[in-house]
């Protein structure tokens, strides 16, 4: 039974990407576009069956070997796996895709290049399989430089902008401070060890160097915190790229290394502290920056950004089932998210600003439905998807010895999170409408409706589905009090009322002058806030000038060029007698001394 779990898992899962390998070969087609669709549509449906076998055989785990060539005592070869984390992913890959790629058959029907455009996405999706299904570092390597390189390619799509080619560029630069830290790692394991299989690799003890060249692939490509400001710019490409990149492709792949190479970081606590620490800084400074976003996609996709800093705190726990149980969830609604921007950007005559936005439950019912559910996936709203996966990572770190400050950002950033979802649903859908009354908000195509409708219902369902069926095989039985197991559901009540009450207040035009200091006189008081911040602000600036002025001019200024020329000036004008003798004893005393050393010498 075992073996032919594993031979099934192996067959159809070479199958499937066969299948997409021979869509690319004939790209020449005449509709390449609906190809694509049906091809990713096909495998989704043929990937079930190993999944299938593997949920009814616990043990089940397939891989396949073929040699590249020899390098005397150490092979390059290519190694294929085929786990619960590869067989759980593919599904959810091709379900995701196949939701975009028949969306994009709507989005981008009038672009002349369209089926070259599926083809990148085809090649895009085929990277991150290869790099899911590897089973050793140099198979995963071509994985990780394909997926840098088509993002690239797809961020740039509208090249002419300078925007747009900026963008992609700095992804490319960003992503390659990780390439480095990768090359980094595999050229050590390439020298000191025998082989570069995963299992080999696990088997060693580990090595401070490897470690940290892996650490910071991952957070080059999952864009942590100092290397996170490629992805918000990401959004300059198409919003079917922007869906496809955030959701199951190339940002989870730094995640997912780390959960590949979870047996190295497990026993070395600074490891796994650098990642707990290093996602709740992530976590908690994307959600800050999402607040203060208006470009409906920009609060999307640091949303993304700030989800990610979460999986990074489940890998500092020592949790990479939960982190992995993250990416899945994760990817239906934040998919829906950017399929649902997108619709209302283009029905609005591609106006991205949400304060221009609004009423649009009336115009655009499945669209802002959709964006309601995903939002509160998100948020983590009980009994949705996000719930599952989310919930369980902050109950783990609530009851865990772990850093205080490290916990207390996750909840913050939780927080926040409830706060910009609540923002981004009401003044996108909610209240009066603010678009021109001469627009055409139509959503009633099928190639929409469907592609929404896949994506709900995978938010609503994947995260009972998966928790049920698959993960984890053997959990681990958590004692706390009801405060701390209700914490992350009471963070995100409160804050969600907050603002809701809050957005309320800022329900306004977009004001004509942008003066930062002026408070809204309905929220806050003048005769309060501004006189007494105003004169303490300025009495203060004020007195540190003066300060500063007077400590600079005394030790920097005229005071102290007097006292720094005057010693050598005295020196010089000692030497300065306009006398005869004094010049004369100076010479002979000079040669005498230098006749002296001569004859020393």
Same mark, same amino acid.
């Given at each position: 039974?075992?073996?032919?779990?594993?031979?099934?898992?192996?067959?159809?899962?070479?199958?499937?990407?066969?299948?997409?390998?021979?869509?690319?070969?004939?790209?020449?087609?005449?509709?390449?576009?609906?190809?694509?669709?049906?091809?990713?549509?096909?495998?989704?449906?043929?990937?079930?069956?190993?999944?299938?076998?593997?949920?009814?055989?616990?043990?089940?785990?397939?891989?396949?070997?073929?040699?590249?060539?020899?390098?005397?005592?150490?092979?390059?070869?290519?190694?294929?796996?085929?786990?619960?984390?590869?067989?759980?992913?593919?599904?959810?890959?091709?379900?995701?895709?196949?939701?975009?790629?028949?969306?994009?058959?709507?989005?981008?029907?009038?672009?002349?290049?369209?089926?070259?455009?599926?083809?990148?996405?085809?090649?895009?999706?085929?990277?991150?399989?290869?790099?899911?299904?590897?089973?050793?570092?140099?198979?995963?390597?071509?994985?990780?430089?394909?997926?840098?390189?088509?993002?690239?390619?797809?961020?740039?799509?509208?090249?002419?902008?300078?925007?747009?080619?900026?963008?992609?560029?700095?992804?490319?630069?960003?992503?390659?401070?990780?390439?480095?830290?990768?090359?980094?790692?595999?050229?050590?394991?390439?020298?000191?060890?025998?082989?570069?299989?995963?299992?080999?690799?696990? #088997?060693?003890?580990?090595? $401070?160097?490897?470690?940290?060249?892996?650490?910071?692939?991952?957070?080059?490509?999952?864009?942590? /915190?100092?290397?996170? $400001?490629?992805?918000?710019?990401? !959004?300059?490409? $198409?919003?079917?790229?922007?869906?496809?990149?955030?959701?199951?492709?190339?940002?989870?792949?730094?995640?997912?290394?780390?959960?590949?190479?979870?047996?190295?970081?497990?026993?070395?606590?600074?490891?796994?502290?650098?990642?707990?620490?290093?996602?709740?800084?992530?976590?908690?400074?994307?959600?800050?920056?999402?607040?203060?976003?208006?470009?409906?996609?920009?609060?999307?996709?640091?949303?993304?950004?700030?989800?990610?800093?979460?999986?990074?705190?489940?890998?500092?726990?020592?949790?990479?089932?939960?982190?992995?149980?993250?990416?899945?969830?994760?990817?239906?609604?934040?998919?829906?998210?950017?399929?649902?921007?997108?619709?209302?950007?283009?029905?609005?005559?591609?106006?991205?600003?949400?304060?221009?936005?609004?009423?649009?439950?009336?115009?655009?019912?499945?669209?802002?439905?959709?964006? #309601?559910?995903?939002?509160?996936?998100? !948020?983590?709203?009980?009994?949705?998807?996000?719930?599952?996966?989310?919930?369980?990572?902050?109950?783990?770190?609530?009851?865990?010895?772990?850093? /205080?400050?490290?916990?207390?950002?996750?909840?913050?950033?939780?927080?926040?999170?409830?706060?910009?979802?609540?923002?981004?649903?009401?003044?996108?859908?909610?209240?009066?409408?603010?678009?021109?009354?001469?627009?055409?908000?139509?959503?009633?195509?099928?190639?929409?409706?469907?592609?929404?409708?896949?994506?709900?219902?995978?938010?609503?369902?994947?995260?009972?589905?998966?928790?049920?069926?698959?993960?984890?095989?053997?959990?681990?039985?958590?004692?706390?009090? !009801?405060?701390?197991?209700?914490?992350?559901?009471?963070?995100?009540?409160?804050?969600?009322?907050?603002?809701?009450?809050?957005?309320?207040?800022?329900?306004?035009?977009?004001?004509?002058?942008?003066?930062?200091?002026?408070?809204?006189?309905? /929220?806050?008081?003048?005769?309060?806030?501004?006189?007494?911040?105003?004169?303490?602000?300025?009495?203060?600036?004020?007195?540190?000038?003066?300060?500063?002025?007077?400590?600079?001019?005394?030790?920097?200024?005229?005071?102290? #060029?007097?006292?720094?020329?005057?010693?050598?000036?005295?020196?010089?004008?000692?030497?300065?007698?306009?006398?005869?003798?004094?010049?004369?004893?100076?010479?002979?005393?000079?040669?005498?001394?230098?006749?002296?050393?001569?004859?020393?010498?």
């Amino acid at each position: 039974m075992l073996f032919e779990t594993n031979l099934l898992a192996l067959a159809i899962s070479t199958l499937t990407i066969m299948l997409i390998i021979y869509t690319l070969i004939n790209s020449q087609v005449k509709h390449f576009h609906l190809l694509a669709q049906n091809t990713v549509k096909t495998a989704f449906f043929i990937s079930l069956f190993p999944l299938y076998a593997f949920l009814n055989d616990d043990n089940a785990n397939a891989s396949a070997t073929t040699t590249w060539f020899n390098l005397g005592t150490s092979g390059l070869s290519f190694t294929t796996q085929f786990d619960l984390y590869t067989l759980l992913f593919l599904p959810i890959a091709f379900l995701v895709t196949w939701s975009i790629l028949e969306f994009s058959t709507w989005y981008m029907q009038s672009d002349p290049s369209i089926d070259m455009f599926f083809k990148y996405l085809l090649i895009f999706l085929l990277a991150m399989i290869i790099l899911v299904c590897s089973g050793n570092l140099c198979l995963l390597f071509v994985g990780w430089e394909g997926v840098g390189i088509m993002s690239f390619l797809l961020i740039g799509w509208y090249h002419a902008r300078a925007n747009a080619a900026t963008a992609a560029l700095q992804a490319v630069l960003y992503n390659r401070v990780g390439d480095i830290g990768f090359l980094l790692a595999f050229c050590w394991l390439l020298t000191n060890a025998q082989s570069l299989d995963l299992p080999y690799i696990l #088997s060693m003890p580990p090595y $401070p160097l490897v470690l940290l060249g892996f650490i910071t692939a991952a957070a080059s490509k999952s864009a942590q /915190f100092g290397f996170h $400001p490629w992805l918000a710019s990401a !959004m300059e490409g $198409p919003t079917p790229v922007s869906a496809l990149l955030h959701s199951s492709t190339m940002v989870v792949a730094g995640i997912f290394l780390l959960i590949r190479i979870h047996p190295l970081l497990s026993p070395v606590p600074w490891a796994l502290t650098i990642c707990l620490c290093l996602g709740a800084m992530s976590t908690f400074f994307a959600a800050t920056y999402a607040l203060a976003q208006n470009d409906i996609k920009k609060i999307i996709a640091y949303s993304t950004s700030s989800q990610l800093g979460l999986m990074m705190v489940a890998i500092g726990l020592n949790l990479p089932y939960l982190a992995f149980f993250h990416i899945c969830t994760h990817a239906f609604f934040k998919a829906m998210l950017f399929l649902c921007s997108g619709l209302i950007i283009h029905s609005l005559n591609d106006e991205q600003d949400i304060r221009n936005m609004g009423g649009l439950q009336r115009a655009l019912p499945m669209t802002t439905t959709c964006l #309601s559910i995903g939002s509160f996936a998100l !948020m983590g709203t009980p009994f949705l998807a996000g719930f599952y996966s989310k919930d369980a990572i902050i109950e783990a770190a609530s009851t865990s010895y772990v850093n /205080f400050m490290a916990l207390l950002l996750t909840l913050m950033a939780t927080a926040f999170t409830a706060v910009y979802s609540m923002r981004l649903i009401y003044f996108a859908s909610m209240m009066e409408p603010r678009v021109s009354p001469v627009l055409t908000c139509d959503e009633n195509d099928s190639r929409i409706l469907n592609s929404l409708t896949r994506l709900a219902l995978g938010s609503i369902l994947a995260g009972i589905l998966i928790f049920k069926t698959t993960l984890p095989s053997h959990p681990h039985i958590h004692t706390m009090p !009801m405060y701390m197991k209700l914490t992350a559901l009471i963070v995100t009540i409160l804050a969600f009322v907050m603002a809701y009450e809050l957005t309320k207040t800022f329900w306004t035009v977009i004001p004509e002058s942008t003066a930062s200091k002026e408070f809204d006189p309905s /929220f806050h008081n003048h005769l309060l806030h501004r006189a007494i911040t105003v004169v303490t602000l300025n009495s203060a600036g004020q007195i540190i000038a003066h300060v500063l002025e007077s400590i600079i001019h005394k030790k920097l200024g005229p005071d102290y #060029s007097e006292r720094f020329q005057s010693t050598p000036i005295k020196v010089v004008q000692v030497t300065q007698t306009a006398r005869i003798k004094t010049y004369l004893s100076a010479f002979f005393i000079t040669l005498f001394f230098t006749i002296l050393v001569l004859k020393i010498i």
